[in-house]
């Protein structure tokens, strides 16, 4: 599979749509404005919406969404059903955003359409929202265990009709990489419109998948903080940033990067969870070193065991030195650190005391800096 060519994309950033049938979430309506504010600050291109048919304050959340400053369009997530579209462009936003199921699990225990009857009221709403100035998206939910020739017969009907976009939606997480980049690219020639992903993470290739998607052709991807979502939640923010930075950060340069973990701690106090510490770049231990080898090379230069640079994120890095696998060199930077002046066999000593502690029990960074101290004030 070749490197990306692509020079743009945009984010659809939905965790105050997606992001709200994450287990536990209720966002109060100043919450969802304030994360609102955040990630326009950031820089989304996109923000999606609950439909405001699904309760009070979903539509009162869309409305006031709508009358904020913002730099980001603002989307709605609608069922193919012209009353929701009316309401939804009474509400203010920018753009609609379409769905329906195609596969068979969804024409039989869903909406029970049939493939005709979807392209004949989708058409409909389509054009309603058009002669509103509405951009407008149509997705078939449930992609990946759909007829792809339904599909593709439902996708091309949507851009004759006049769709900006159509979604390819893994909506249950059975895609790999390269089943995307092969649907993505098949859509690619058989549509003029933009084409947008939206990947679930029940298999752990959401990341993966929406990286393939754009690779192939996609112009969209929906993304929530941290990744959270229904069930394991779709393609996070953050990991699709780290995934495109490490083939070119000037592709992300656009998004105020140092506001990244800021974001993701607010969201994450908002659904009463920890950052996991496996997180791409904003996590614990992220950009921890702990290996003597490693921190050896790392001291030396950094790109040696980091592709991604924690500074651009307003990160530090963590040499860690309180533990038995350090080496000399990790012992001589915290010695510098400290202004301590020791030659290499001290030095070595030094490494030697420390390993042999910790061999004993779980040292810390003040027993470390006690060695060195001792190194010091020994007689020589």
Request: aromatic share 6%.
């Amino acid at each position: 599979m070749q490197a990306a060519t692509f020079s743009n994309f945009n984010v659809i950033e939905s965790t105050l749509r997606e992001g709200e049938q994450f287990e536990g979430c209720h966002f109060s309506l100043d919450d969802k404005l304030e994360i609102a504010a955040a990630l326009d600050a950031f820089g989304v291109e996109y923000m999606e919406l609950t439909t405001p048919l699904a309760s009070p304050q979903s539509e009162a959340t869309l409305r006031a969404v709508a009358g904020m400053k913002r730099r980001f369009r603002l989307l709605t997530h609608i069922r193919a059903r012209m009353d929701e579209a009316r309401l939804a462009v009474d509400c203010g936003v920018d753009g609609v955003d379409i769905y329906i199921g195609t596969s068979a699990y969804m024409r039989q225990f869903s909406h029970g359409r049939s493939l005709q009857e979807i392209i004949d009221s989708s058409s409909e709403i389509v054009a309603w929202l058009k002669d509103q100035d509405i951009e407008t998206r149509f997705s078939t939910e449930d992609t990946f265990r759909s007829n792809l020739a339904d599909v593709f017969t439902v996708y091309r009907a949507m851009d004759l009709a006049g769709v900006d976009r159509v979604g390819v939606a893994d909506t249950v997480g059975i895609a790999d990489p390269l089943r995307t980049h092969s649907l993505i690219s098949s859509l690619r020639q058989a549509v003029h419109c933009d084409i947008e992903f939206h990947g679930h993470d029940d298999s752990g290739c959401a990341v993966a998948n929406a990286w393939c998607a754009l690779q192939a052709g996609a112009t969209h991807v929906d993304t929530t903080v941290l990744g959270i979502g229904e069930r394991n939640g779709i393609t996070a923010l953050g990991g699709l940033v780290a995934r495109i930075y490490t083939v070119d950060p000037q592709l992300v340069r656009k998004y105020d990067l140092p506001l990244l973990r800021e974001i993701e701690d607010l969201v994450a106090r908002r659904v009463g969870i920890d950052v996991p510490f496996n997180t791409p770049i904003t996590g614990r231990t992220a950009f921890h070193h702990k290996a003597g080898v490693h921190t050896n090379a790392v001291l030396q230069n950094p790109t040696s065991y980091e592709a991604i640079d924690p500074e651009d994120f307003g990160i530090a890095r963590n040499i860690d030195v309180a533990h038995r696998l350090v080496g000399w060199n990790a012992v001589r930077d915290r010695a510098a650190t400290l202004g301590m002046a020791l030659d290499e066999p001290e030095l070595r000593a030094a490494t030697r005391r420390i390993k042999a502690l910790a061999d004993e029990r779980r040292i810390t960074l003040a027993d470390v800096d006690q060695v060195l101290q001792d190194a010091v004030t020994e007689p020589g």
